[in-house]
């Protein structure tokens, strides 16, 4: 029988809809940037306090061991890792590079995998570094 196939799909079958791993990619490329440019003025404000004096220095990183201030940033992290790699994966569509159809499902497990590793490393350095 197969997997079932939708032309149009309504908003009803979203939920028994199975993506694709490179449509998860761009769709997660696109929640990334979006992400990155929401969370702009915050990480603006959090340099500027990181640099004005020793103790407003101190204040920053005060802030960033706050378990909340601590997640936010860790998902920012995801979100600059994930959408740089996604990036550098379209920069390739747009060369014609990888275009087959199984070939973009594998490029989009690359995408995903290796910014979740990059991520697990990064969170993982900033928990020895803060705590």
């Given amino acids: 029988m197969g ?50 004096t020793p103790q407003s220095f101190d204040r ?6 706050s378990p909340i ?3 936010l940033l860790m998902g920012v992290s995801w979100a600059y890792i994930h959408h740089f790699f996604a990036g550098i994966r379209h920069l390739m569509c747009d060369l014609h590079i990888g275009l087959e159809k199984g070939e973009t499902n594998k490029w ?3 995408v995903i995998i290796t910014a979740l590793l ?10 020895t570094k803060l705590f």
Avoid: C
Avoid at 118 to 123: D, K, P, W
């Fill in 108 to 110: 989009g497990i690359i």
């Fill in 3 to 52: 997997r079932k196939k939708f032309r149009n799909i309504r908003i009803d079958q979203i939920l028994t809809y199975r993506l694709p791993a490179a449509g998860i990619m761009s769709i997660l490329h696109r929640v990334s940037g979006a992400s990155l440019f929401l969370i702009l003025p915050f990480l603006i404000y959090l340099f500027g306090e990181s640099v004005k």
């Fill in 118 to 127: 990059t991520s697990g490393l990064m969170i993982y350095w900033a928990i």
């Fill in 69 to 71: 201030i601590f997640i």
């Fill in 60 to 65: 920053a990183i005060e802030m960033l061991k």
